[in-house]
């Protein structure tokens, strides 16, 4: 089946270390996105890549690091500069040329020990 | 910056009851809304998408409307059922926004549908 796939589904991050989410998807989607969700809140933009080895901050990108080397990945690295990671963070991919929706996975819970 | 809202924060009814839930946004230069559904630690889920052009979209049990003019939509959930507690988003995509398919969130409205 067709889909995105996050893992790990929880992680916990130790003061001062940088942790990586990983992001895959088989759905041969050019855009692939990253979201913050705090709870009650909605979703807030953190990176997204149009295309590989190409990508643009969104509107909370400080303390966060991505890399698009392939059409299937998409990994998040939360560096230690994020000084408040705990939240549950989403991937998303969509075909590129807009008016269709994006596809979620099931997120990674990140806490701090 | 388009702003969405998303109104109630949470909604409680009993099984079988038709309800709707709104949402709202500042800047109608929308290229389309789209509902999503979201279980608890999950991801999220696409229930409907209305582009600009369109009044309304329906799904089952689901219908969702979309005035651009006074930058409203709502969704209507017909015979509610304990299996349609979840909670609800809804996200704008900006006309012109050249980040393809960058999506505004709303916070949600987290439904709990009573047996």
């Known amino acids: 089946d067709g889909g995105i796939t996050q893992s790990p589904k929880y992680l916990f991050r130790k003061e001062g270390q940088n942790v990586t989410l990983s992001c895959e998807q088989n759905?041969?989607?050019?855009?692939m996105y990253w979201y913050r969700q705090d709870p009650g809140q909605g979703l807030r933009l953190i990176y997204y890549?149009?295309?590989?080895?190409?990508?643009q901050k969104g509107d909370i990108a400080e303390g966060y690091s991505v890399s698009r080397e392939k059409k299937e990945s998409f990994p998040l690295t939360v560096t230690s500069a994020q000084k408040n990671p705990t939240a549950f963070y989403l991937c998303?991919?969509?075909?590129?040329?807009?008016?269709?929706?994006?596809?979620f996975g099931d997120g990674t819970r990140l806490s701090i020990l | 910056k388009q702003e969405v809202t998303q109104i109630p924060a949470a909604l409680s009814v009993p099984e079988g009851e038709n309800l709707v839930l709104n949402c709202s946004f500042t800047?109608?230069?929308?290229?389309?809304l789209q509902w999503f559904r979201q279980d608890p630690g999950k991801g999220l889920t696409s229930l409907l998408l209305?582009?600009?052009?369109?009044r309304e979209q329906t799904s089952g049990r689901l219908n969702a409307s979309l005035d651009k003019s006074s930058g409203r939509s709502t969704l209507y959930i017909a015979a509610s059922q304990p299996g349609d507690s979840a909670t609800y988003l809804c996200?704008?995509?900006?006309?012109?926004?050249?980040?393809?398919?960058?999506?505004?969130f709303g916070e949600g409205t987290q439904l709990t549908v009573n047996p």
């Open positions: 998303a991919s969509s075909i590129w040329d807009g008016g269709d929706s994006q596809h």
């Open positions: 890549s149009q295309i590989v080895n190409d990508f």
């Open positions: 759905l041969n989607h050019d855009a």
């Open positions: 996200a704008v995509r900006q006309l012109g926004e050249t980040s393809g398919s960058r999506l505004t």
């Open positions: 209305i582009q600009s052009s369109q």
């Open positions: 800047d109608s230069a929308i290229y389309n």
